[in-house]
């Protein structure tokens, strides 16, 4: 007579109720959209005397329309007690007396709870920061109603949030379902900046927050942009902000509208010709075209209009590297602002007693599923683990992903080059500042001889001339009293911290393929009581007028691609070497997975291809499956796309994520499906002679794309 759910997870209490009093506890301290959905259920046993336990779920994608919907998945959940049988016992004992369901309002900050007796009522209110009782009103239920299909469609595949035990259900089943959604999203459209907006966006608007975010990814993993036209168009971007007009010149470009998309953006420009979104949909526009000179005004006015967000300093970026100038590439690079990273909403719960995830019967019978290796397969190089790149989040990862671009373009030595160009370098700043030194020295000298001035005010106007040197110096400490730091105090505990001692700015020697050394990238000066000696200062002389301060996360930067690039030319001089000798190249299954991801972003598809190829030969690995189905996606390889996306259906359907769509595999299936035809891709699937229970859990897919009417269902 067993006390859990057959098929749904489940983490036992110590004392009842403790992980509601945590949720409550927790309600100041969410800031975005908020923590998964909670399902509380309290089970009691028919015997008398036994003590009543309590058990949680995190869930999203339940419809939270009504406290009748919430209540209908707290009953449902009578259905899934394990009725395993003994040899003098009918039924189960234990069944659920009470449960109670909390979604968290993004839009009022309060957490709205159903609380169900069996047998008995229905009880809805919500609680506020200061754990009051509120009776719900309509308005309330429609902003959790979209507060919770929010959280299902942006936290679908977020890596970043990932939890044990968290359910993952389909939040629009129907066509019906799909213009509810869409009504509360032009009903609540003015309050999505409340919201908040992805961590590379400083302020939300009306165009960039969460909820425009979640639109335009269900709509877009599916290529289905003529849905959204009449809402963007019929009704919100007519009444209040030309701004939404990127938001459906977006769209027009996502159905091959690109006639409608550009008068649009025309007509919209006339009213707000400052709005950054407006004119990034326009640059993004021309690039596709090749029209680089244009889209590099444009990026260049957006900038002007808008100095303090991220996206404007990168997409200038962009632009730079398009039309192949670098050096202005590093400098708009080294112009970006900054933003601290902050995790996502989550709450902290009391350690469980006792932890239930059960695997679907059908599952462990399908013999497709597979486990996490575990033993060597699992340990990796150190090497590999401490790359700190892996670390990095929000817009760091960002101007990383920029940096990594520049150099497959022009190479590490090249882009060395162009470092030292632009920026002062170390022994430059040593020599510039020795001579100032010497200035000082010559200065304090005359002083001396002249007894109406004293030593402190020859100081003071010696002090000036290194204030007026126009550049900055890499993470050196002299950094201090240079530039403001306003902005890199908060930015430079992003980073592991590195040694800069003389002894790492010596050349160090690694095998490499295409060059025989990997040189490591000089480092700011340092404060030493050294000098230049005077033949030198007689010789080189310094003009800083055209060279720029390096940001210290910028030099971080640096330091973490020479990491990333001398690790992968070790790793491929290495297997190299192993191929001319005819040897095998053996690596463990983590060290193959961590491999796999060092190509992919320093933009080594193929040997990332090869990499997890490889890992996934030693261990089962989610993480490579899923990135050799968008390399396959991408490629057009049906067969060995539908079986990566056969072996994480069933990973998925083994930790519950039971949500079709929007998910990474229902997006790049959609991607064959518009080239191949659903015909042929459900051919293909019949073909590979699935078990039932996986066949069954595949076409859900392809039931999806006939149904919503994917581009490509017809044929």
Not at 682 to 701: A, G
């Amino acid at each position: 007579m067993a006390d859990t759910l057959k098929d749904i997870p489940e983490f036992f209490e110590n004392e009842l109720g403790e992980s509601i009093i945590a949720r409550t506890d927790a309600l100041g301290t969410f800031r975005e959209l908020g923590p998964p959905d909670l399902c509380h259920i309290i089970k009691a046993n028919a015997k008398p005397g036994v003590k009543e336990i309590g058990s949680y779920h995190y869930v999203s994608g339940v419809d939270a329309s009504s406290s009748a919907t919430l209540a209908a998945y707290l009953n449902s959940l009578t259905y899934s007690m394990d009725e395993t049988q003994s040899w003098f016992t009918k039924s189960n004992a234990w069944r659920i007396r009470s449960g109670i369901y909390c979604c968290f309002n993004a839009f009022s900050r309060v957490d709205v709870r159903v609380e169900v007796k069996i047998p008995g009522g229905v009880e809805s209110y919500f609680v506020d920061v200061r754990g009051e009782r509120h009776e719900a009103t309509a308005a309330i239920w429609q902003e959790t109603y979209l507060s919770a299909i929010l959280r299902a469609v942006l936290y679908s595949d977020d890596s970043y949030y990932r939890l044990a035990g968290y359910r993952k259900i389909d939040p629009i089943t129907n066509l019906s379902a799909e213009a509810r959604f869409l009504e509360a999203v032009e009903a609540l459209f003015w309050r999505g900046w409340q919201l908040g907006s992805k961590p590379e966006i400083q302020v939300a608007t009306s165009v960039h927050n969460h909820l425009t975010a979640g639109v335009m990814k269900y709509f877009g993993d599916s290529f289905r942009y003529m849905s959204l036209t009449p809402l963007f168009f019929d009704g919100l971007l007519q009444k209040k902000d030309p701004e939404v007009g990127a938001l459906l010149a977006q769209a027009y470009i996502g159905q091959n509208e690109e006639t409608r998309a550009v008068k649009v953006l025309y007509a919209n420009l006339q009213q707000t010709p400052m709005s950054y979104p407006l004119l990034h949909v326009q640059v993004d526009f021309l690039r596709s075209k090749g029209h680089y000179d244009v889209a590099l005004k444009l990026a260049k006015f957006a900038v002007n209009t808008t100095p303090s967000e991220f996206l404007t300093w990168a997409k200038l970026t962009e632009v730079y590297i398009d039309i192949e100038d670098y050096k202005n590439a590093l400098l708009t690079l080294n112009s970006c602002p900054m933003f601290t990273y902050s995790e996502r909403d989550m709450h902290r719960m009391p350690a469980p007693s006792k932890t239930h995830l059960p695997i679907k019967p059908d599952i462990v019978t399908s013999g497709i599923m597979e486990e996490d290796a575990a033993g060597r397969e699992t340990e990796a190089d150190s090497s590999l683990l401490r790359l700190p790149a892996p670390a990095l989040h929000g817009t760091f990862a960002k101007a990383y992903t920029l940096l990594t671009r520049l150099a497959a373009k022009i190479g590490w030595d090249d882009l060395l080059k162009c470092r030292s160009v632009v920026f002062v370098m170390e022994e430059e700043y040593r020599i510039q500042k020795a001579k100032e030194e010497e200035k000082k020295g010559t200065s304090h000298a005359d002083t001396e001889d002249q007894p109406g001035e004293t030593p402190s005010s020859s100081s003071d106007t010696a002090a000036p001339a290194v204030a007026e040197v126009p550049v900055t110096v890499e993470t050196s400490q002299e950094q201090n009293t240079l530039e403001n730091e306003a902005n890199d105090d908060s930015d430079v505990g992003e980073f592991k911290d590195m040694s800069l001692d003389d002894s790492d700015q010596e050349k160090t020697q690694e095998p490499s393929i295409s060059a025989p050394s990997l040189e490591r990238p000089q480092q700011a000066a340092e404060d030493k009581k050294e000098k230049a000696t005077e033949s030198v200062l007689q010789d080189v002389s310094f003009s800083f007028g055209n060279k720029r301060l390096c940001e210290r996360w910028l030099d971080n930067l640096f330091m973490v691609l020479y990491e990333d690039l001398r690790v992968y030319t070790f790793w491929r001089t290495e297997a190299a070497h192993y191929r001319a000798q005819q040897m095998a190249y053996r690596k463990t299954g983590a060290e193959w997975e961590l491999m796999g991801d060092l190509g992919l972003r320093l933009w080594h598809e193929s040997e990332a291809k090869e990499a997890y190829e490889q890992c996934l030969d030693h261990k089962f690995s989610a993480k490579a499956w899923m990135r050799l189905l968008e390399i396959y996606a991408k490629e057009g390889n049906v067969q060995k796309a539908l079986l990566a996306a056969v072996k994480l259906t069933v990973y998925h359907e083994r930790w519950y994520h039971e949500i079709v769509y929007p998910t990474e595999i229902a997006c790049n299936l959609n991607k064959l499906i518009r080239k191949e035809g659903l015909s042929k891709m459900q051919n293909i699937l019949t073909s590979m002679n699935l078990p039932r229970p996986v066949q069954k859990l595949m076409t859900r897919y392809f039931d999806y794309g006939e149904l919503f009417k994917v581009e490509g269902y017809e044929f």
